[in-house]
């Protein structure tokens, strides 16, 4: 749990964040720990002295990555870096952070090193997530690696898709599409030989980015099964009926005018209610829609687009309307 930072000095806490996170390759929850520090302006005083702007790779970018490995029958490598931030040069300005008790555990008895006394801090030499510069100093880190000492380029309007014309293969981030097989991992020797940590292969990608991905030789198939599997399942709605032919929402002009006209509740009371009744939460439910529609259901856009009007005072119609989309996307989720 983060502490506040101390009042004279401003030094950062040290935030250890302990959770499970997806395994690319066999697709099973595997437990990960990282230890962080606390950056933001609520709880330290932080100086920046450097932009903090990282670019990050835009769905639509990362659509045509797949459609232009599939028209051109290539192969999609999938590679990780580990603790990838660190790999960078630390921040201009020296940071410090507080011991706590996870890691002072971590020094003494995993690493077999002496005791820290109480109260001490530590010196950050590297880059850390949390810091808010630790984005961007990543960013300009990999582009060097692959600009400069590899001789990639980066398109114009995608500064996260990067091209190189010899060998026609193009990387996005730590997507490598190449003609071959061997060629992706060539590729992937490169980087990892200006890397510090290890560059996990993931293999041929089945999951990135919220995208299910099946490769073939005939064709690769994007989908988000996997996202839609789980956000109906936390609502419990795996069972609902849907029309033989299900569509995003009905375009008829009476159900069209029942959501514009419909009795809106004003009071906070009487909204909260509304949301007892109905079981869930309007807002993250059009949040889980919008996510949806932003990887690769561009097909909910209307019907999430029109919804989303109606998220400061939702009415029960409204609620029945996201639902539907819901069972929509279920029903349609290998699409």
Known sequence: RPRPP??????????????????PII????????????????????VTLAETYAACVEQPAHRMTWSLIAALNYV??????SNAFAEAPAPKEPFYMVV?????????????????????????????????EAPRLWHKHIDGILIVKMGFQHTTHEVCLYFKQDKKHGLDDFIIGAKTMQLCLDIKQQIQDNMVNPLNELGVIKRF???????????????CQTY?????????????????????MRNDS?????????????????????????????????????????????????????????????????????????TYLYATKND
């Open 254 to 326: 009476t159900y069209q005018a029942n959501l514009e006209l419909s009795y809106r509740p004003k009071e906070v009371k009487e909204q909260q209610e509304v949301e007892t009744q109905m079981g869930f939460s309007y807002r993250q439910a059009i949040g889980e829609l919008i996510f949806a529609m932003t990887i690769c259901r561009l097909d909910i856009s209307p019907a999430v687009i029109k919804l989303s009007q109606y998220a400061a005072a939702p009415a029960k119609c409204h609620y029945q309307a996201a639902k539907a989309v819901f």
């Open 6 to 23: 101390d009042p004279d000095t401003g030094i950062l806490p040290w935030v250890w964040t302990y959770l499970y996170k997806v395994d």
């Open 100 to 132: 706590d008790d996870q890691f002072r555990d971590w020094w003494e008895n995993c690493l077999g090193k002496p005791p820290i006394p109480q109260g001490w801090v530590i010196p950050i030499l590297k880059n850390l997530q949390g810091h808010p």
């Open 76 to 81: 999609g490598l999938g590679c990780d870096v």
């Open 209 to 223: 980015n919220g995208l299910d991905i099946e490769q073939t030789r005939h064709y690769i198939r994007i989908s």
């Open 228 to 248: 839609i599997d789980k956000i109906v399942q936390h609502h419990q709605w795996q069972n609902e009926h849907t029309a033989n032919l299900p569509i995003p």
């Open 27 to 46: 697709l099973e929850d595997v437990e990960k720990s990282r230890g962080t520090c606390n950056g933001g302006t609520r709880f330290g005083k932080v």
